[in-house]
């Protein structure tokens, strides 16, 4: 049996930033005053941007770029492997890059499969993102669709 422990490994953070653990974050970057929220998995190729919320439960694959002041609700998952060929995809060069602009808001439970999310933009909980959102509005269902700009 191999059992792997939650850790945290090859971090670049600075000093204001705070990690609740138990959390899996690994080969990605933290700016100032970022916060994390236990039970969170990071993985490599993350940046997250200064004055970031990621509260717990939440999970950020590979190559997801945050800008500054946003806040990621509890249990919110963002995918990059769209399983575009019907069946998992091992390279992780075909997988999407996803950003977020600075100060958007995503609400608990929501999942994002898309590539980007425009700045000021708020994503209601529960909701799942399947488009770019270019428009600063409130977003919300199954899949999220423009409510009201902002």
């Not at 600075?14 to 653990?21: A, F, G, Q, R």
């Not at 200064?50 to 509890?74: D, M, W, Y």
């Amino acid at each position: 049996m191999k059992i792997l422990k939650s850790s945290i490994r090859n971090v670049i953070a600075s000093e204001k930033v705070t990690v609740c653990e138990p959390l899996n974050i690994y080969e990605c970057t933290l700016h100032d005053d970022v916060f994390v929220g236990p039970f969170v998995e990071i993985q490599r190729h993350c940046v997250i941007g200064a004055g970031t919320r990621i509260q717990s439960h939440s999970f950020l694959c590979e190559k997801v770029t945050t800008g500054k002041n946003c806040f990621i609700g509890h249990n919110v998952t963002f995918a990059n492997d769209l399983f575009r060929s019907g069946k998992l995809n091992p390279d992780p060069e075909s997988w999407i890059s996803i950003h977020l602009g600075d100060n958007v808001i995503v609400g608990s439970g929501s999942t994002i499969l898309t590539e980007f999310i425009c700045s000021g933009a708020v994503i209601g909980a529960g909701s799942v993102v399947t488009k770019d959102i270019l428009k600063p509005g409130i977003y919300a269902g199954n899949p999220a669709r423009l409510l009201r700009e902002i």
